[in-house]
């Protein structure tokens, strides 16, 4: 049977104690995926509690880590989403997301809807692949993809 969460603070601190065995047993996040069967987008994200796992990846993913069925129990359920609490992030990682955000926002919304028309791109139906990738110029640049659906406003 699929479980909401009500309150986050369960997923929250499961996140907590997932990402402290993933380094005490010395981990990647590839690793972790690959024992779900997952994309190790997909497995992070809910990981770090922004999905549900289906019930043969949560207890995988929890028995990996070392977790118990409690932990299992928790990665099957749909969390309250959002990983970003509010005001502008101060992680510099993170900021820089939302940096691109403030600089591209209104230009990917405008590229958007002039080749898509009015609508949004899922989160939901998405897929996110991060490269890294050799710089021509020296050093690596970071190739990141976001592939989401294209969901048309209707009219009602």
């Known amino acids: 049977m699929v479980h909401a969460q009500l309150d986050p603070t ?3 601190a499961l996140a907590a104690a997932a990402v402290e065995a993933k380094t005490a047993k010395h981990l990647t996040w590839q690793q972790i995926a690959d024992a779900a069967g997952y994309s190790v987008a997909f497995v992070t994200a809910a990981v770090l509690g922004q999905h549900a796992l289906p019930e043969q990846a949560a207890t995988a993913v929890a028995e990996l880590l070392g ?3 409690h932990a299992a ?3 099957q359920t749909i969390p309250t989403r959002g990983s970003i609490p509010g005001g502008v992030p101060t992680d510099p990682t ?3 997301f939302y940096e691109m955000l403030q600089v591209y926002g209104t230009t990917l919304k405008a590229l958007v809807h002039e080749q898509f028309g009015d609508g949004i791109i899922s989160a939901i139906n998405f ?3 991060v490269q890294k990738v050799a710089d021509p110029e020296g050093g ?3 190739v990141i993809t976001l592939d989401g659906k294209y ?3 209707k009219p009602f």
């Open 140 to 142: 690596e640049r970071a």
């Open 73 to 75: 129990m928790l990665l």
């Open 94 to 96: 993170i900021y820089r």
């Open 151 to 153: 969901l048309p406003t």
């Open 67 to 69: 977790m118990d069925d």
């Open 127 to 129: 897929k996110l692949d």
């Open 10 to 12: 369960a997923r929250l």
